[in-house]
């Protein structure tokens, strides 16, 4: 084990020049490897984007040529006009790439990766080697799942969810490689998972400095330790399935198939066990971070801190007993229906409690509205209709209409972009400076939040009206029913919306960039914040720390504390008359 | 108020019901989501930065934590226990059936099966139509769903009705439709490349032009 080089107060003085392979491209350096994890979900989300605009595109205009789109041979687009096997693909890649080669790995490869030690007082990872493992893992993943774009018959187009026999016989989709690389692709990126899911628990349980107990531990470290533990336990389940999945299609077995006395359902419980922790493990760092970034904004303790930890833990237990509602339709046991319904109600909670201290926490504060902020706060109000929408679906009788239509899409959006992105773009913004050095540009950061907060709420609430008015999601071209033709305008509005929020993210990108190339220089402690990253230099060099590691005296969130003129008191600020023992 | 919200026009017995649970927990979750939003308004215009102003240092209050976890959770479980009994009235008990159908999904048609002239399902005089399914007016229609290759979905929006039809299963279903005319019955499950499209018409009728329909349907066989 590293231990020694890791803990050694010493080791930045140690270290010597590595080449340029060990810095860029085989780091071990958790601060390296947590870049590498946002580019390349930078670039994915630049690939996922682009099918969401496809298939806006058919929605609003269907089976009409997609402008640009010529050069893209057939059989997968006829002189750019998109059939429909080509938009399942699209869905399907679209929410495969979104899921987990962008949130995930920006959430917690990124973030997580860049922020433990930082956050913590440790100079690395527990288990740096494997930590770039990790990387290099999920990056061949990626490389799978990009190739089955060019395999004869495209790419998987079962869903994300690929419900078997759909996903599990070749001649139900016509898609033969394609779904057999998703399916390796996806364990392939579930071992990365395992291996920086261990890594997190074991850095957060045994490299914390001097005085960091678990209850002065910022909440974006509390929601990364306890979406590591979920990871952990659900991604074994998912590459289970997985290979089960791959053995039915290549190697004659019959788990999901009735033919042979395999149970389709099977497939849905293994998935949905899985897949809820799943949402979760998607939206708890970004509770974190939100957390943070709220607190120092508006400069002010976060409100009720240990029920904001308690109830990320009850969030995390209560995944594990939910998974039953996606499944109220399926023909599983309606009893079983009602018990899974009570349960989903009860999850509500725990996210209720979450709003309430986020509101309590702007109560009475000093309100400094930067991008990161807006960001922020931009997550709490979309998180609160996500999850009011998700009261509708909770509820058996009213599920059964809106199963597995545009609500749906519309919630999991209102969570997962409304949520988990915007609340990623103001973790960006917060932690650029820290991470390359630079401030990033506040004008350009607050146009491409204002566009992205208008366009997102454009494109994804009619979706809301949509699913009432019966339309189903996965369908291709929505003037084929009747009953939706009164909706169809709305579509062609979704449509447009949706295309601006696209281009409002080359904003993002236009400012990353410039921000590197020429953005201010940052000082150590820009957003006057408490947490300990603040204390290293930006960016922190190898080891994090050029001298000992910092101690910690008190929780992270002192601000505005009454025992200093300043409005802020950092986590390692040792006051005179305070007998500096850490316990 | 549903009709405004483009919510088609609803001819079951059952959907009424859940057509009122959609109101609830409409309005609860209206007026939490305004009084949150104003809040949140109200405290960001107060309490935004100005020049000398400093924030109050307030860590939390255990009294409002109980508060709102209490009140959170009774509208939750009230609203669950709201739920159950139509849930078990549409999928657990039901009336008994005056008519029988088998409904089998096949990639990307509905294969409706009529009982034949003995009125039994299951038998060789057995007539199965593809994609149209007719069924008297007032009468309690069971079918017995099933599916011959992937999943498929057995939607119905006018009558709130889905289930899946999951090959290997026989899954019983119920409705009563309340008014004559034709209804779409698109598949909600993705079930492949022509799962856009894939749809049925429920035709239902008075019990004169059922009878005649299904006389035709037998002789044609």
Redesign the interface.
Same mark, same amino acid.
Not at chain 1, 480 to 483: K, L, M, S
Not at chain 2, 53 to 61: L, V, W
């Given at each position: 084990m590293s231990t020694a080089a890791v803990a050694a107060p010493s080791a930045h003085a140690e270290h010597h020049e590595l080449g340029f392979l060990r810095t860029y491209i085989f780091s071990t350096d958790h601060k390296m490897i947590g870049r590498q994890f946002l580019f390349m979900a930078l670039f994915m989300m630049s690939i996922g984007g682009l099918m969401a605009m496809l298939m806006r595109w058919e929605l609003a205009f269907p089976e009409t040529a997609v402008p640009g789109f010529h050069w893209v041979p057939e059989p997968y687009m006829y002189d750019g006009a998109i059939?429909?096997?080509t938009?399942?693909s699209m869905f399907t890649m679209h929410a495969t790439i979104m899921i987990f080669f962008v949130v995930m790995p920006i959430l917690i490869g990124c973030f997580g990766n860049f922020l433990i030690p930082l956050m913590i007082g440790a100079r690395d990872m527990a288990f740096p080697v494997l930590n770039m493992l990790s990387f290099w893992v999920g990056a061949v993943a990626g490389v799978i799942i990009i190739s089955s774009f060019f395999v004869p018959g495209g790419p998987a187009?079962?869903?994300w969810t690929s419900?078997a026999?759909?996903s599990a016989v070749p001649v139900?989709?016509?898609v033969d490689w394609g779904q057999n690389l998703w399916c390796i692709s996806l364990i392939v990126l579930g071992v990365s998972s395992l291996m920086g899911s261990i890594n997190y628990i074991t850095t957060v349980i045994n490299m914390r400095t001097k005085g960091m107990t678990f209850f002065r531990m910022p909440l974006v470290i509390w929601s990364l330790f306890i979406t590591a533990i979920l990871l952990l336990l659900a991604l074994p389940v998912l590459t289970t399935a997985l290979a089960l999945l791959l053995f039915d299609r290549m190697g004659g077995t019959h788990f999901f198939l009735?033919?042979g006395g395999?149970?389709?359902?099977l497939w849905q419980h293994l998935f949905w066990f899985f897949g809820h922790p799943e949402v979760y493990i998607m939206i708890l760092p970004a509770m974190g971070m939100t957390s943070d970034i709220l607190s120092t904004f508006?400069?002010?303790?976060i409100?009720?801190?240990?029920?904001m930890a308690y109830a990320m833990a009850a969030i995390a237990f209560l995944s594990w007993i939910v998974w039953g509602h996606h499944m109220f339709?399926?023909?599983m046991n309606?009893?079983l229906?009602?018990s899974f319904?009570?349960t989903t109600?009860?999850i509500?909670?725990p996210s209720?409690?979450k709003?309430?201290?986020w509101?309590?926490t702007? %109560?009475?504060?000093?309100?400094?509205?930067t991008t990161a902020m807006l960001n922020a706060?931009a997550f709490?109000?979309m998180f609160?209709?996500g999850g009011?929408?998700g009261?509708?679906m909770?509820?058996?009788?009213?599920d059964?209409?809106i199963?597995?239509?545009y609500f749906i899409v519309a919630h999991i959006h209102y969570v997962l972009f409304g949520g988990s992105l915007f609340g990623v773009f103001g973790a960006i913004t917060y932690w650029f400076p820290k991470m390359f050095g630079k401030m990033m540009n506040e004008t350009l950061g607050k146009i491409h939040f204002w566009i992205t907060f208008v366009a997102f709420n454009c494109t994804f609430f009619p979706m809301h009206?949509l699913g009432?008015?019966?339309h189903?999601r996965?369908?291709?071209?929505p003037t084929?029913?009747?009953?939706l033709k009164?909706?169809q305008s709305i579509n062609v509005f979704i449509s447009i919306s949706a295309f601006v929020l696209g281009a409002a993210q080359f904003i993002l990108l236009a400012n990353i960039i410039w921000s590197l190339a020429k953005g201010k220089k940052a000082s150590e402690n820009p957003w006057l914040a408490n947490t300990l990253e603040w204390t290293a230099p930006s960016p922190p060099g190898h080891g994090n720390w050029p001298g000992a590691l910092p101690q910690v005296y008190r929780g992270p969130y002192e %601000?505005?504390?009454?025992e200093v003129a300043e409005?802020y008191l950092p986590q390692n600020r040792l006051l005179e008359g305070h007998i500096a023992v850490a316990d | 108020m549903?009709e405004y919200?483009? *919510?088609?026009h609803d001819i079951s017995t059952f959907g009424p019901?859940?057509d009122l649970?959609?109101e609830v927990?409409?309005w609860?979750?209206m007026v939490?989501?305004i009084a949150?939003?104003i809040?949140?308004a109200v405290?960001?215009v107060r309490?935004?930065?100005r020049p000398g102003?400093?924030?109050?240092?307030?860590?939390?209050?255990t009294r409002?934590?109980i508060i709102?976890?209490t009140a959170?959770?009774v509208i939750?479980?009230v609203?669950?226990l709201a739920?159950?009994s139509?849930?078990?009235f549409?999928?657990?008990q039901g009336p008994a059936g005056d008519v029988f159908y088998k409904v089998a999904g096949k990639?990307f048609n509905w294969e409706i099966t009529y009982p034949g002239p003995d009125g039994q399902l299951g038998t060789a005089d057995d007539v199965t139509v593809e994609n149209d399914f007719h069924v008297p007016v007032n009468k309690v229609v069971r079918l017995e769903l099933s599916s011959k290759?992937?999943?498929h979905?057995f939607?119905v929006?006018?009558m709130?009705?889905?289930?899946?039809a999951?090959? #290997?299963?026989v899954?019983h279903v119920w409705f009563e439709a309340t008014e004559i005319g034709q209804?779409?019955i698109?598949c909600?499950?993705?079930? #492949? *490349?022509?799962?856009? #499209?894939m749809?049925g018409t429920l035709y239902v009728q008075s019990q004169e032009d059922y009878d005649k329909w299904l006389k035709d349907a037998y002789s044609n066989k």
């Open positions: 059939p429909p096997n938009y399942n187009a079962a869903g419900y026999p759909l139900y989709t016509g009735p033919a395999g149970e389709p359902l508006s400069r002010k303790p409100f009720g801190y240990r029920s339709q399926s023909g309606p009893g229906g009602t319904m009570l109600m009860v509500g909670v209720a409690i709003t309430f201290n509101l309590g702007l %109560y009475k504060g000093d309100i400094h509205f706060l709490v109000a609160v209709i009011l929408s009261i509708f909770a509820s058996t009788p009213v059964m209409y199963h597995d239509s009206i009432m008015a019966g189903m996965r369908i291709y071209n084929q029913y009747d009953f009164p909706v %601000y505005s504390s009454p409005d | 549903l919200l483009y *919510f088609p019901q859940i649970i959609f927990i409409f609860v979750v939490t989501w949150v939003t809040a949140m405290f960001l309490y935004r930065h102003r400093k924030a109050t240092y307030i860590e939390g209050s409002l934590e709102w976890t959170t959770a939750m479980i609203l669950a739920s159950r139509t849930w078990a549409i999928k657990e990639q290759d992937v999943i979905s939607y929006p006018n709130r009705l889905r289930q899946d999951v090959p #290997g299963r899954i209804y779409e698109p909600s499950q993705l079930c #492949g *490349f022509g799962h856009s #499209g749809k």
